[in-house]
């Protein structure tokens, strides 16, 4: 019942910690033609392209989600509109790679560091990556 009871704790904290942090930036403006500075907010694109996260200078820059027409997903850093930090980039029902995944490293918006690519198959390489590449150290087990 205790470790039952922490879990729910934990779990509670992170969505609190989640929602905190969404909202530690004001609301960007309802209007898309102004300008979108230093705020957080959602941005659906006329082919349904969507951003949901922070901005600054017009561009995506902090947190967020950008999620394809496809319903390819990428949750995680971005820099100056560019995927680039840490995050999750799923791969849609559209693409010759349907239901991989990465997770870790990117750089402008290139897998570029460490990661974890999960195949929709079940392999997996864990390891370095360079420019899209894998590059360096990592391994590589099959299903």
Same mark, same amino acid.
């Given at each position: 019942?205790?470790?039952?009871?922490?879990?729910?704790?934990f779990i509670a904290l992170i969505l609190f910690a989640g929602n905190a942090m969404a909202s530690s930036l004001p609301n960007c403006p309802?209007?898309?033609?102004?300008?979108?500075?230093n705020c957080f907010g959602t941005f659906t694109s006329s082919s349904g392209e969507k951003y949901v996260g922070e901005w600054r200078d017009d561009e995506r820059h902090g947190q967020g989600t950008y999620t394809y027409s496809d319903g390819e997903k990428y949750v995680g850093e971005f820099k100056y509109n560019k995927f680039d930090g840490q995050g999750t980039y799923t791969y849609g029902k559209d693409s010759e790679w349907e239901g991989d995944k990465y997770v870790g490293e990117v750089k402008d918006s290139k897998k570029h560091g460490q990661g974890t690519y999960t195949y929709a198959r079940g392999d997996k390489y864990i /390891?370095? @990556?360079?420019?899209?590449?894998?590059?360096?150290q /990592?391994? @590589?087990?099959w299903a």
């Open positions: 019942m205790i470790n039952k009871m922490k879990k729910l704790l309802s209007d898309p033609s102004e300008r979108y500075h /390891g370095e @990556y360079r420019d899209d590449k894998k590059n360096g /990592g391994t @590589y087990t």
